[in-house]
């Protein structure tokens, strides 16, 4: 039988440390500072790589066997990336270093040094997220189908509902438009987990060529007499299906038609969040906008040849890694032969949410050439 490398000195191989860190997950938790909500067999946390508001689509498994067992032990993914890996990437991803360096912070994890040989694993393999068993895909497509479920199991009609009046509360009046947007919906009970259910505002999530991939859930409270976010249920806000390059379409502006049959010489507004961008399309009803529900995700959606003007609409104190994000889309879109544009609230206003509630002024806008793109 062939020797493994890296077995005959009692020197551990990435592979082997990769293995390890698996099994060892929350401590690589506990190393990293990522701290969250156990929702089953995941650690559900903010995302510290970028700017993630609110927890929900960055998972870790800490539960159950590990891969080279047929589990997901130590496997990770932010679902609104597309981002993932095992416990080894994940030192890698969250610290910045290279190989080099997360073997190092992995040995301090598992404890081994120059003078402890520890009992290493014979490793043929290590397996990746997308090949821990023959049946990933099948998983795969039976929560894109579960997804698609609720959202079309959910009530199509929200005037009155619980999400119109949480809307109404954020300055969102939808009534104005005389339509609502059809990726909206309301779900008077809503899957949390364990057996709970919750009211929710339930979005379906599409690709540029129009397929469904999943939802992006709000769960939702009543106190003092207003709907809100809940405060019973954490993490809040959950995506499920596929993410990477999805968005939800909250208004397809003038045309009418969908982002696909766009016209020729058109554009489109992108927000980073749901009711940033049902405040510009209350505001601004004659165009076209997407919610991408994380900055990071902006540059993977595709959008077709006829969109020549991309408006990214950025909260007023976006700066650091966030800007930096921008700025990638930014590039890609040009890339694309497209004109990019930056806009921001007025003066004293965070986002643009916080504008729908005084009178929205969208008076505001760069070039991306002049812009900190």
């Not at 080894?88 to 190989?99: C, H, N, R």
């Not at 930096?324 to 544009?341: L, P």
Request: hydrophobic fraction near 35%.
């Amino acid at each position: 039988m062939a020797e493994f490398k890296g077995y005959r000195a009692g020197l551990p191989t990435i592979k082997q440390i990769a293995c390890r860190l698996n099994d060892k997950i929350d401590d690589v938790c506990a190393w990293l500072h990522l701290r969250g909500v156990q929702e089953a067999n995941d650690l559900v946390c903010k995302n510290p790589t970028r700017s993630d508001k609110e927890a929900g689509s960055f998972r870790i498994c800490t539960k159950g066997p590990a891969p080279m067992d047929g589990g997901r032990r130590g496997l990770w993914i932010d679902h609104a990336t597309g981002e993932k890996g095992d416990a080894f990437d994940l030192v890698k991803y969250i610290t910045g270093v290279d190989d080099i360096g997360a073997k190092e912070i992995g040995m301090q994890i598992l404890g081994w040094n120059g003078e402890t040989i520890p009992d290493l694993p014979h490793v043929h393999e290590r397996p990746k997220h997308e090949q821990v068993d023959d049946k990933q895909a099948e998983r795969e497509a039976k929560k894109k189908g579960y997804a698609l479920s609720l959202f079309i199991g959910a009530q199509e009609k929200i005037a009155g509902t619980p999400v119109d009046l949480y809307l109404k509360g954020r300055g969102i009046d939808l009534s104005v438009l005389g339509r609502q947007p059809h990726a909206i919906r309301y779900a008077p009970a809503c899957p949390v987990g364990n057996g709970r259910r919750c009211p929710a505002m339930i979005c379906c999530r599409q690709r540029g060529d129009g397929t469904q991939v999943g939802v992006h859930i709000t769960y939702l409270g009543k106190y003092d007499g207003k709907w809100t976010k809940s405060r019973e249920v954490d993490p809040v806000k959950k995506m499920m299906g596929q993410g990477p390059g999805s968005f939800v379409p909250i208004a397809r502006g003038n045309s009418g038609k969908p982002l696909k049959e766009a016209d020729e010489g058109s554009s489109v507004l992108i927000a980073e969040g749901i009711e940033t961008a049902l405040s510009l399309s209350v505001a601004l009803p004659e165009d076209r906008v997407l919610a991408a529900l994380s900055v990071t995700n902006i540059k993977n959606i595709e959008l077709p040849p006829s969109i020549t003007d991309v408006y990214l609409c950025m909260d007023a104190d976006e700066s650091g890694s966030t800007a930096r994000t921008y700025n990638q889309a930014a590039r890609v879109f040009k890339e694309q032969g497209r004109r990019v544009f930056c806009v921001r609230p007025p003066a004293g206003f965070n986002d643009f949410n916080d504008v729908a509630r005084a009178s929205f002024d969208a008076s505001s806008e760069t070039e991306a050439e002049n812009a900190p793109f």
